[in-house]
């Protein structure tokens, strides 16, 4: 089934940055399509990215575009998620994952593979 990691979450000030990092194991991450998603406390998990194993296209969800990217490092085996402009509505739990698929979609198929996530936190 193989892993996935999740890495490089904090506390940061409003209009900071960060680097989260989806390290597999087991994964050859290149071969599928990569989701980021977040659950703030109280709230529902929501996604916020995705790239395409296909063809690299990315998709972001309205309120992240423009601050944040996803990339691959495929030597690396690690997707990540640079997050620029960061408010303190981005507060969350951020999760990695991946359904094997290769597109992205707006529903994960049955067979998921999840981190165990990395919090957030953008406050001053």
């Known amino acids: 089934q193989g892993q996935l990691e999740e890495s490089g979450g904090g506390l940061v000030q409003p209009g900071g940055s960060l680097r989260l990092s989806c390290a597999a194991s087991?994964?050859?991450?290149?071969?599928?399509?990569v989701y980021w998603f977040r659950q703030a406390p109280g709230k529902e998990r929501e996604d916020v990215s995705c790239?395409?194993?296909?063809?690299?296209?990315?998709y972001y969800r309205e309120s992240v575009k423009g601050r944040f990217t996803i990339s691959r490092d495929n030597a690396k085996n690690t997707v990540y998620l640079q997050m620029n402009s960061l408010k303190p509505e981005d507060t969350a739990v951020y999760y990695c994952a991946t359904d094997f698929d290769i597109t992205c979609s707006t529903g994960l198929a049955t067979r998921q593979v999840w981190g165990q996530g990395t919090l957030v936190t953008v406050s001053s």
């Open positions: 087991e994964i050859t991450l290149d071969a599928y399509a």
């Open positions: 790239i395409n194993s296909s063809d690299g296209r990315t």
